[in-house]
C-alpha cells in the first residue's frame, strides 16, 4: 500500500475538471487522478498534461454508475487505503434553448448533479484521511435559485439540521412535481440545474455537520463552492473567466493547510465565504 498523498478529481477531461487536475498536478504533493466516464477522453486529457511535464493518473469514473464508484472506491482503499483530497467537479447542464421537455430535463440533471454527487461521497466519504479536503463544485446559481423558491422551501433548505433523508425527499419531491408540471405551484423556481446545485450545497452543509459529530479530531474540511461563470462547453464561449481562474477557488479549498480550521460547511466563491 502506497503511503504517497493522493487527490481525485471528478469529470476532469476538459473544462474546470481538467484546470483543477492541472493545478493539483503543480501544487499538490502526490498523485492526482483525472476520471471521465469515457476512457479514451481520460487517457486523451492525461497525454495533454503529460506533454506539458505534469504527471497525473487516469482512473474511469462514471458517477451516474455506482459499480463503477465502487470500483474506484476499492481501487483507493487497497491502493492508498484512502483518499486525502476529493473535488467533485462532475456534473451536467441543458443548454438554454434546449427542447427537451422540463421534466426530463430535471430528472437527468438531478440524477447526475445531485444523486450522482451524493453517491460519489458515500462511497468516498468514509475513506478520507485526517487532515483530508472535500470540495463539492456547486454554482451561484444555487443561490439565486434559492432565493426563488418558496419561502417554506427556503427556510427547508436552509435549515441548520436538515438530514440527508429528508434533503433526497425534497429532491425526489422536484423531479416527481416537474412530471405533474405542479412544481411552480409546489413552489419551486424553474431551473432544473439550479435546483441540483441547491441539492449540492445542501448537502455539503449537512456531510460538514456529520463529520463534526462523528470524526472531530479528524481536521476533515468540507465546502461547496461556486467557480464562477467559465468559457466552458457548458457555460460557452461568452462566459467571463477562463477554466484555470474557475479553477482557483476548488483548487484553494482543496489545499487548504493542515493547520486551517476553516472555511468548513461553507459556500466559498472567489476564495471569500459567501452567505447561505
Not at 458515500?122 to 434559492?146: I, Q
Not at 473567466?241 to 460547511?265: F, I, M, Q, R
Request: proline share 6%; net charge positive; with cysteine.
Amino acid at each position: 500500500m502506497s503511503s504517497v498523498p493522493v487527490a481525485v478529481v471528478t469529470g476532469s477531461n476538459k473544462g474546470i475538471g481538467l484546470a483543477i487536475v492541472r493545478a493539483l498536478c503543480q501544487q499538490f504533493p502526490g498523485d492526482v487522478y483525472l476520471t471521465s466516464r469515457d476512457p479514451g477522453r481520460g487517457q486523451a486529457a492525461v497525454a495533454q498534461l503529460q506533454q506539458e511535464g505534469l504527471r497525473p493518473h487516469f482512473h474511469q469514473l462514471d458517477i451516474d454508475d455506482p459499480q463503477s464508484i465502487r470500483a474506484l472506491r476499492d481501487f483507493l482503499k487497497e491502493k492508498y487505503g484512502g483518499l486525502n483530497v476529493l473535488v467533485n467537479n462532475a456534473g451536467i447542464a441543458f443548454k438554454v434553448h434546449d427542447t427537451t421537455p422540463f421534466a426530463v430535463q430535471a430528472e437527468v440533471t438531478l440524477k447526475t448533479n445531485f444523486f450522482g454527487t451524493r453517491n460519489v461521497c458515500t462511497e468516498l466519504l468514509p475513506l478520507m484521511k485526517p487532515y483530508g479536503r472535500v470540495v463539492n463544485v456547486s454554482s451561484m446559481v444555487s443561490s439565486s435559485a434559492l432565493g426563488r423558491c418558496s419561502q417554506e422551501l427556503q427556510q427547508k433548505f436552509r435549515s441548520d439540521t436538515i438530514t440527508e433523508d429528508e434533503l433526497v425527499q425534497l429532491m425526489t419531491k422536484f423531479v416527481e412535481d416537474t412530471k405533474k408540471s405542479v412544481h411552480e405551484k409546489e413552489g419551486w423556481p424553474n431551473t432544473a440545474y439550479g435546483v441540483s446545485k441547491i441539492g449540492v450545497t445542501v448537502l455539503s452543509r449537512i456531510q460538514a455537520r456529520l463529520l463534526n459529530e462523528q470524526r472531530k479530531g479528524e481536521h476533515i474540511l468540507l465546502n461547496a463552492c461556486c467557480p464562477g461563470w467559465v468559457r466552458t462547453d457548458m457555460a460557452g464561449p461568452k462566459a467571463t473567466k477562463s477554466p484555470e481562474e474557475g479553477a482557483e477557488t476548488p483548487v484553494y479549498l482543496a489545499l487548504l493547510p493542515s493547520s486551517a480550521d476553516g472555511p468548513h460547511g461553507q459556500f466559498v466563491s472567489d476564495k471569500t465565504v459567501r452567505p447561505w
